[in-house]
């Protein structure tokens, strides 16, 4: 599937119901509405590229430091018996295996700045082995999927904005455990959707071993957090977590190119120097995805969405406490700070620790912004046809969302 019909449909959409709404009730600001959304949305997204700029210089030149010190081909050593059979195309002690995994790394502490620089990188490693540069390869269509599944151990900025909000959660911190069941099923849904489909057997013990010791580790971390620590003791410990790897991975970077008497300083400026250009390069398509995401939101689309879904459970009489959750829900996979934009008004209107405002915090502590995902990594290395990436990550989406809201009625019964 080509970004082309998934950005015509978009449009599409909007427009028709734009058109529909204003017939319907004769409201004269709709299509002002759209348009105002399209230039901010424009304007939005060239302020993120260059945002950008900032962190992936610094993450950047930090990589290079690694690479020249051999630090990134040591870290393949380690996941390469794992990596290999994820990612056959790859030869074995790749450079990409090193930065993917520093990737997934970074994504598990929460760590959106450190992730997004790694996963270009490895976006562009993996390009180099790629026979077709327009089109996805095997290779980045696993990493990019599992990426977008978001699997995340602490969810620290939902945290952080539950505690900050007014007024606050009484535990800002009791959807932890819930998001990590969400993330770590929507992360185990995408490996299994594109393993079917790239015909992987996850079946061969080196897999298996490797899997039931993530999930050992997981299951680990949970029974120490909600056994030893209180709610201070959890936050505390997710900000020393978080920040003192990123410290770590920067000091061993440096240390590395110490003994092997690497010009560090050099190394970092060679490497920084990509930042600006992959920022740049990555504007059109983060303008493109940005722009179409706006047209539908703008339009009102999600309203009859979630109206219909609404008066669907009703009808067959199912629960429906649900419904007043999924606005960031379905925001998520198009915006990021949309989605936490519905988050906190739901937080707002019904309370942080009623029922919609604790499965709307679930829905924004899992998975990645897939549509956001798609345009910034794809369009740093200029692939056009994304064949079933899209699919796939609203497939992991999904089931994120039936699991959120299956936890959120087991954790939080009404």
Not at 324 to 332: F, G, R, V
């Amino acid at each position: 599937m080509t970004l082309n019909y998934i950005w015509i449909f978009f449009f599409i959409i909007a427009f028709v119901i734009a058109f529909l709404k204003w017939m319907i009730t004769g409201d004269p600001l709709i299509f002002k509405a759209v348009v105002d959304g399209i230039f901010k949305s424009a304007g939005d997204s060239v302020d993120l590229s260059f945002k950008l700029i900032g962190i992936m210089t610094l993450f950047l030149g930090f990589m290079n430091i690694g690479e020249k010190a051999g630090a990134i081909r040591f870290l393949s050593r380690i996941v390469g018996p794992f990596f290999t059979r994820l990612f056959p195309e790859v030869p074995r002690n790749h450079p990409a295996m090193g930065h993917m995994m520093m990737n997934f790394s970074a994504n598990l502490l929460g760590l959106d700045n450190a992730a997004t620089p790694f996963g270009l990188k490895a976006m562009e490693s993996l390009q180099e082995l790629n026979p077709k540069k327009d089109t996805a390869s095997q290779s980045q269509l696993m990493f990019l999927v599992l990426h977008a599944s978001g699997l995340t151990l602490i969810p620290i900025s939902t945290i952080a904005i539950r505690a900050s909000i007014k007024p606050p959660a009484a535990n800002p911190t009791d959807v932890f455990i819930p998001c990590l069941i969400v993330t770590f099923t929507a992360t185990m849904a995408a490996l299994l959707v594109v393993s079917f489909k790239q015909r992987i057997n996850l079946l061969q013990p080196v897999l298996l071993a490797w899997i039931a010791g993530i999930s050992s580790l997981i299951a680990g971390l949970i029974w120490y957090l909600t056994q030893f620590l209180d709610q201070p003791g959890i936050e505390k410990f997710s900000t020393v977590m978080s920040n003192g790897i990123i410290i770590l991975i920067f000091f061993a970077f440096l240390l590395g190119g110490l003994l092997r008497k690497v010009n560090v300083f050099e190394a970092f400026i060679d490497g920084a120097k990509g930042g600006f250009e992959v920022a740049i390069r990555i504007i059109p398509y983060l303008v493109a995805m940005l722009v179409a995401i706006s047209v539908l939101r703008s339009s009102g689309a999600f309203d009859v969405v979630i109206d219909g879904i609404s008066r669907l459970f009703s009808a067959i009489g199912l629960r429906t406490e649900f419904v007043q959750s999924l606005p960031t829900a379905l925001m998520k996979p198009l915006s990021g700070s949309g989605s936490r934009g519905m988050m906190v008004d739901a937080m707002t209107r019904y309370g942080a620790d009623s029922f919609t405002g604790r499965l709307s915090s679930i829905f924004q502590g899992t998975t990645d912004t897939t549509f956001y995902v798609v345009a910034v990594y794809f369009g740093s290395v200029a692939i056009k046809n994304t064949r079933y990436a899209i699919p796939a990550m609203l497939i992991a989406d999904l089931v994120g969302i039936i699991t959120a809201i299956l936890v959120a009625y087991l954790f939080f019964p009404i």
